[in-house]
Nanobody
Framework: QLQASGGGLVQAGDSLRLSCAAS??????????MGWFRQAPGKKREFVAY????????DYANSVKGRFTISRENAKNTVTLQMNSLNPEDTAVYYC???????????????WGQGTLVTVSS
């Protein structure tokens, strides 16, 4: 499973950096597209960002473009999500997962683990 961490309670305008790492049996991320998704209370899980295996292809949801940055270090088997200028609408549980292609649907991602809660107060 992929474990997300780094969440917390912050104020609007603050920044947070989320990390994603494999837990338990070793899973190498190097061959996979890695994605971040989030699920706000009472809402469906939604796409946030993805990054291709070599980092050459990156895309973001419109709601986070210009504020969030996804990156990866295959040698360290980690993916990060730098979140700046957070607002209350970013409040959600954030998850990372892997995929075999550049997808936006969570149904095409796998190796979901427990997410990390981000709460942004106004």
């Amino acid at each position: 499973q992929l474990q997300a961490s780094g969440g917390g309670l912050v104020q609007a305008g603050d920044s947070l950096r989320l990390s994603c790492a494999a837990s338990g049996r070793t899973f190498s991320i190097s061959s996979y597209v890695m994605g971040w998704f989030r699920q706000a209370p009472g809402k469906k899980r939604e796409f946030v960002a993805y990054i291709s295996s070599n980092g050459g292809n990156i895309d973001y949801a419109n709601s986070v473009k210009g504020r969030f940055t996804i990156s990866r270090e295959n040698a360290k088997n980690t993916v990060t999500l730098q979140m700046n200028s957070l607002n209350p609408e970013d409040t959600a549980v954030y998850y990372c997962a892997a995929a075999r292609g550049l997808y936006y649907s969570d149904t095409l991602f796998f190796n979901w683990g427990q997410g990390t809660l981000v709460t942004v107060s106004s």
